[in-house]
């Protein structure tokens, strides 16, 4: 695929199943992370792989953290919680690893680490696989955090649910124009 139809035709896949990517197209998206942009070279981020039994463990660790907020939590909704994390054969969570440094803050090492989720959505399309890159509550959450080994300093930026895209939509260009100005700077 080349790489302007690959930035103008990727999209998102909500509904995946297996096969879930192989090693080598894996080592394929991991060198599309390495190369997000980068202040300073910090390479402010890191990906934890999660699949079979893992995926298990952590919706159980969802349904814990949501029951810790509300005890209350019905049966029917412990459930629905329980299976979110099942609903890819794949899960990289894409960490935020700040480090404190004279020139790079926490905002731009964050965005960083999202541009690596990008690329890894990138080079997963490119390589026929579907990607959702998906966030919510639970990305806060300090148990979910410390489940997952995440040290006091890192932050969670997208669970990427990766697997075989069951659909794939087309996508119609938009107007630029909506997010585009020109020449906008006003005098002081
Ligand atoms: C940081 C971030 C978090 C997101 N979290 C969710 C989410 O929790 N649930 C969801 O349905 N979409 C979420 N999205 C949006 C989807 O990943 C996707 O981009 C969106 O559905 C638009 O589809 P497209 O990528 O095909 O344009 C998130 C996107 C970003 C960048």
Not at 37 to 50: E, G, K
Request: proline share 6%.
């Amino acid at each position: 695929m080349q790489a302007i139809e690959l930035l103008h035709n990727r999209v998102s896949a909500p509904q995946l199943t297996a096969p879930g990517p192989s090693a080598e197209q894996l080592q394929v998206m991991y060198q599309a992370a390495a190369r997000a942009p980068d202040h300073a070279c910090l390479r402010p981020w890191r990906l934890i792989v999660l699949e079979g039994e893992q995926l298990s463990k952590l919706g159980e660790i969802f349904v814990a953290a949501n029951i810790a907020k509300n005890p209350q939590l019905c049966e029917v909704q412990q459930q629905k919680i329980l299976h979110k994390p099942l609903r890819a054969p794949m899960i990289i969570t894409v960490v935020a690893k700040i480090t404190e440094h004279p020139k790079v803050p926490e905002i731009e090492q964050i965005i960083s680490a999202g541009c690596a989720a990008h690329a890894l959505e990138l080079a997963a399309f490119a390589q026929g696989l579907g990607a959702m890159w998906r966030s919510g509550g639970m990305m806060f959450d300090p148990s979910v955090k410390a489940s997952l080994g995440l040290a006091e300093h890192e932050q969670i930026v997208g669970f990427l649910y990766l697997g075989t895209a069951t659909k794939i939509r087309a996508v119609q260009p938009v107007d630029s124009t909506e997010f585009v100005s020109h020449g906008n700077v006003l005098a002081v």
